[in-house]
T-cell receptor, first 112, second 115 residues
Framework: ELKVEQNPLFLSMQEGKNYTIYCNYS?????LYWYRQDPGKSLESLFV?????AVKQEGRLMASLDTKARLSTLHITAAVHDLSATYFC????????????FGKGTKLSVIP | EAQVTQNPRYLITVTGKKLTVTCSQN?????MSWYRQDPGLGLRQIYY???????DKGDVPEGYKVSRKEKRNFPLILESPSPNQTSLYFC??????????????FGPGTRLLVL
């Protein structure tokens, strides 16, 4: 059974600071996804990571994937209040299956 | 406009009364999926479909049924709802044909309360 663990689950940080959210998963997988959810809203896709060493960046967010360590990171650079949201990683079960398992999410609050 | 729509958006029902939540996408996506979101548990996949007439179980399929008779529609059926199915439900879709750009598009959500 695939398990996906995110940490921290809650993160309060000041504007301008850097921080990293971690996503560990328990079995070999082909794909890892990051999503953002604003309070009371639906989910928005941020990144799709498909191979070992993949790195993608969008604005102040950068995601990377280490398939050997079964670890993905979402790095936040110089946080701004608009980044306050809950961030989820999700991993597919591999072998061509598209069954997705999500982490519990990291609720990020950026304080002015 | 590319979108995933769900209906209804809010629903209050009673135990045992069959209901269907509809999901439709206008992007000609092959893949569609249903999730439920519960506080402290994150999102859990209920069922997914790789294409018409192809469906498979996710992590929490018990008490749910799905069908995929048309590419654009993927309804979620609760034949005998119970209070533990009170949750926020999301439908999502994505394309396989875009290669690495397999972004999932999520619907707005359906908030279900089973009394």
């Amino acid at each position: 059974e695939l398990k996906v663990e995110q940490n921290p689950l809650f993160l309060s940080m000041q504007e301008g600071k850097n921080y990293t959210i971690y996503c560990n998963y328990s079995t070999t997988s082909d794909r890892l996804y990051w999503y953002r959810q604003d309070p009371g809203k639906s989910l928005e896709s941020l990144f799709v990571l498909l191979s070992n060493g993949a790195v993608k960046q969008e604005g102040r967010l950068m995601a990377s994937l280490d398939t050997k360590a079964r670890l993905s990171t979402l790095h936040i650079t110089a946080a701004v209040h608009d980044l306050s949201a809950t961030y989820f990683c999700a991993v597919d079960s591999g072998a061509g299956s598209y069954q997705l398992t999500f982490g519990k999410g990291t609720k990020l609050s950026v304080i002015p | 406009e590319a979108q995933v729509t769900q209906n209804p958006r809010y629903l209050i029902t009673v135990t045992g009364k069959k209901l269907t939540v509809t999901c439709s996408q206008n992007m000609n996506h092959e893949y569609m999926s249903w999730y439920r979101q519960d506080p402290g548990l994150g999102l859990r996949q209920i069922y997914y479909s790789m294409n018409v007439e192809v469906t498979d179980k996710g992590d929490v399929p018990e008490g749910y049924k799905v069908s995929r008779k048309e590419k654009r529609n993927f309804p979620l059926i609760l034949e005998s709802p119970s209070p533990n199915q009170t949750s926020l439900y999301f439908c999502a879709s994505s394309s396989f044909t875009l290669g690495p750009q397999e972004t999932q598009y999520f619907g707005p959500g359906t908030r279900l309360l089973v009394l």
